[in-house]
């Protein structure tokens, strides 16, 4: 039953995410918890562990891919509610700020306690991303070129 209701709670922040709405993803995280999107040197790299940094992430990704949108492919959860970890394989697309369709194909993982995000980390395909950010250097003013929203750099954590 409760990996039941962590799965619908997932859908359920990826499809607020999909209609423009990172609130609900924003709410979700535990007071420090950490968002990393794997990368070294591209605008959506990096890892946060700060409400602030979280939010300008999610700004920064609606202003890059303002049509964003998943499809979910599985879900996987595993765990006692004091430690459940979810994996979430997916496949997004977008027409960025350029008006050229693109997708993309990656995974979260979730981790939870107590139904709060405590790390979240999104794998995707970075040279796909890198070519679609690159291209949209003009049509984005730049933004796409950004240095990552970086609150503790490195990846692996330590």
Same mark, same amino acid.
């Given at each position: ?16 995410? &999909?209609?423009?709405?990172?609130? %609900? ?8 918890? @950490?968002?990393?999107?794997? /990368? ?19 700004? $920064?990704?609606?202003?890059? =891919? !303002?049509?964003?949108?998943? @499809?979910?492919? $599985?879900?996987?959860?595993?765990? =006692? ?7 979430? @394989?997916? *496949? @997004?697309?977008? =027409?960025? *700020?350029? /008006? ?14 107590? /139904? ?9 395909? *970075?040279? *796909? ?5 690159? $291209? ?7 933004? &796409?070129? +950004?240095? !990552? ?6 990846? %692996? +954590?330590?």
């Amino acid at each position: 039953m409760y990996h039941a209701i962590v799965k619908r709670r997932i859908r359920a922040l990826f499809e607020a995410i &999909s209609r423009g709405d990172a609130e %609900p993803v924003l709410d979700a995280f535990a007071a420090g918890g @950490e968002h990393i999107f794997i /990368g070294d040197d591209h605008a959506l790299a990096g890892r946060r562990n700060n409400q602030a940094s979280i939010r300008a992430w999610y700004d $920064r990704l609606r202003q890059l =891919t !303002p049509d964003i949108r998943f @499809e979910l492919h $599985r879900i996987d959860v595993a765990g =006692t509610p004091w430690n459940t970890i979810a994996s979430v @394989e997916w *496949t @997004e697309t977008n =027409t960025a *700020t350029d /008006g050229i369709p693109a997708q993309n194909k990656g995974v979260h993982v979730v981790h939870l306690r107590w /139904g709060k995000m405590t790390r979240l980390l999104i794998l995707t395909d *970075t040279a *796909t991303l890198i070519d679609t950010l690159q $291209r949209n250097a003009d049509s984005s003013d730049g933004l &796409s070129l +950004a240095a !990552p929203i970086d609150d503790r750099p490195g990846w %692996p +954590a330590p």
